[in-house]
């Protein structure tokens, strides 16, 4: 990915509107605040406002801007009364402090440096080593055949034989993948698909027949005969997210989360039953609602089950066909996997 990224500033804290923030700052908002190393933009955003998710807003409306800004650590960020309406000051290190305004300023900045919109380390292995497919397109893809030497398991500095239908044009590499969970619909029984975790990269040195020669350039396991291999993405390793609301209504629920348990907290990334056909995209927000307890009414002598309230909240970091990842950004109860998800205006 390039090393630059064009950062964008705008009117409101994190792209919020004037009129936005009139209605959604917080009252103890902070008056000032300093940008530090670590921080997120949805974090510092809850400092200001109940709905986090909600700063692009004016970047969402501006056709002009075409990345979402970003901030850095040292910056300071702080509150003024301008004509009866909250307004955000912005001062960048080494510079004056200056009302945000409606026009963008752009500068270029080391993508490392800016401050990332959720956690990147509790996304990272997904971003890049877990993929969702048709069952049948890892029972069809090419299979490591063999090792050196006849060794059994391969890591990083060694070499793999890998045998199959490589379709018309040999890749320059191959991540090899091994077969993971396969998810179904709770509601339908339908196959959403299959988790594939890459286990390592292997570079092709050499090709006859239907036999290609790969080095592993990589391996956080050891290759195993039999493991399956697939050409890489061509793919960003997205940090950054312009959280929005889904543009049609859904309505789904947490199939998974993360380590194979059914509690679920903040940070925790899931597994949901809703994807790319359904309207979601990376930076969807959905809130997640927990059904209500089961109470005895004794006056109609009968159980009855209390409304659902809304429990946490959760951003779509990358989504699939038929399902997506998701991070968990806040849990004011104890979730569990098969909470629904819907909508956040809901």
Do not use: C
């Amino acid at each position: 990915m390039s090393k630059t990224i064009k950062g964008i500033l705008l009117a409101g804290l994190m792209g919020l509107s004037a009129g936005a923030w009139a209605l959604d700052l917080k009252p103890d908002a902070p008056q000032r605040y300093v940008v530090k190393k670590g921080d997120t933009l949805w974090g510092i955003s809850e400092r200001f406002t109940n709905d986090a998710w909600q700063w692009p807003e004016i970047w969402y409306q501006n056709e002009q801007i075409k990345d979402p800004h970003l901030i850095f650590p040292g910056d300071e960020l702080g509150l003024i009364q301008v004509g009866g309406q909250t307004r955000v000051t912005v001062t960048k290190r080494g510079e004056a402090s200056r009302t945000v305004k409606l026009q963008p300023t752009a500068r270029i900045e080391p993508i490392e440096s800016a401050i990332p919109a959720i956690p990147v380390d509790a996304i990272r292995s997904f971003l890049r080593d877990n993929r969702v497919v048709a069952p049948v397109v890892l029972d069809k893809a090419p299979r490591v055949l063999a090792g050196t030497d006849k060794r059994i398991l391969m890591g990083a500095g060694g070499k793999v034989y890998g045998r199959g239908d490589f379709g018309p044009e040999v890749a320059a590499a191959y991540g090899i993948f091994r077969k993971g969970q396969v998810y179904r619909d709770p509601e339908t029984d339908e196959i959403l698909g299959l988790e594939a975790t890459e286990i390592g990269l292997g570079r092709v040195v050499a090709q006859k027949d239907d036999i290609v020669t790969l080095e592993l350039e990589r391996t956080n396991q050891q290759v195993a005969i039999g493991d399956a291999l697939l050409p890489t993405e061509d793919r960003d390793l997205i940090a950054n997210f312009y959280p929005k609301a889904p543009d049609a209504p859904v309505s789904g629920q947490i199939l998974a989360v993360n380590g194979g348990v059914n509690n679920v907290g903040q940070y925790d990334v899931v597994v949901i039953n809703r994807g790319l056909r359904d309207g979601l995209a990376p930076g969807s927000v959905l809130n997640v609602m927990k059904a209500g307890e089961i109470v005895y009414d004794r006056v109609a002598a009968q159980k009855v089950r209390l409304p659902e309230e809304r429990a946490g909240s959760l951003m779509v970091f990358r989504a699939f066909e038929k399902m997506s990842y998701g991070l968990i950004m806040r849990a004011s109860r104890a979730l569990r996997v098969g909470d629904k998800v819907e909508n956040p205006n809901n």
